[in-house]
T-cell receptor
Framework: AQTVTQSQPEMSVQEAETVTLSCTYD???????LFWYKQPPSRQMILVIR??????QNATENRFSVNFQKAAKSFSLKISDSQLGDAAMYFC??????????FGTGTSLTVIP | DTEVTQTPKHLVMGMTNKKSLKCEQH?????MYWYKQKAKKPPELMFV???????INESVPSRFSPECPNSSLLNLHLHALQPEDSALYLC????????????????FGNGTRLTVT
């Protein structure tokens, strides 16, 4: 089994600034990947970024990047140049053999104009 | 535009009603999922179908009955629900079940907001 922990229930960021959302996980699996989904008020869960555990290089997707620290079991999300449309609930998670997707408790991000 | 379509978007039902939620995807995905999500909480896995066969049932009460008629469709039949079953029900699909195929993230629909009165 896996557990995923997001210690920041709420975060806020000024528009155009950078914010980092924290995530830690615990797993006994050797083959897994990690991901961040966002859920805006429209309700749809949208994949933001994912990282295979075997890759050392941190994944990036435009303004979104991760800081993957495998030994520390940490997987934080950095959002650069924050935009109003980034306001959403962000869920960190992990998936391993059997495709069981484990989600963290979420971080609600507010973007201040 | 979402590639996973869920209907209806909203549903209000009484505790004695029978209703169904529908989910459709045309991405050729062979794994389909039902999740339940309460407000400000993460999605909770209910069922997983792989190649139209039920693969995972997370000890969901029998008043929820899933069905996968074909590889594109997933239904959730509801009967004798309780008010605490009110939630957002999300359908998702992925290319396959199993992380061995690495490009297999979850694709979610917009959900059905269910209210049980």
């Amino acid at each position: 089994a896996q557990t995923v922990t997001q210690s920041q229930p709420e975060m806020s960021v000024q528009e155009a600034e950078t914010v980092t959302l924290s995530c830690t996980y615990d797993t006994s699996e050797s083959d897994y990947y990690l991901f961040w989904y966002k859920q805006p008020p429209s309700r749809q869960m949208i994949l933001v970024i994912r990282q295979e555990a075997y890759k050392q290089q941190n994944a990036t997707e435009n303004r979104f990047s991760v800081n993957f620290q495998k030994a520390a079991k940490s997987f934080s999300l950095k959002i650069s140049d924050s935009q109003l449309g980034d306001a959403a609930m962000y869920f960190c998670g992990a998936v391993s053999t059997g495709n069981q997707f484990y989600f963290g408790t979420g971080t609600s991000l507010t973007v201040i104009p | 535009d979402t590639e996973v379509t869920q209907t209806p978007k909203h549903l209000v039902m009484g505790m004695t009603n029978k209703k169904s939620l529908k989910c459709e995807q045309h991405m050729g995905h062979r794994a389909m999922y039902w999740y339940k999500q309460k407000a400000k909480k993460p999605p909770e896995l209910m069922f997983v179908y792989s190649y139209e066969k039920l693969s995972i049932n997370e000890s969901v009460p029998s008043r929820f009955s899933p069905e996968c008629p074909n590889s594109s469709l997933l239904n959730l039949h509801l009967h004798a629900l309780q008010p605490e079953d009110s939630a957002l029900y999300l359908c998702a699909s992925s290319q396959v079940l199993g992380v061995g195929f690495r490009d297999s993230p979850l694709h979610f629909g917009n959900g059905t907001r269910l209210t049980v009165t």
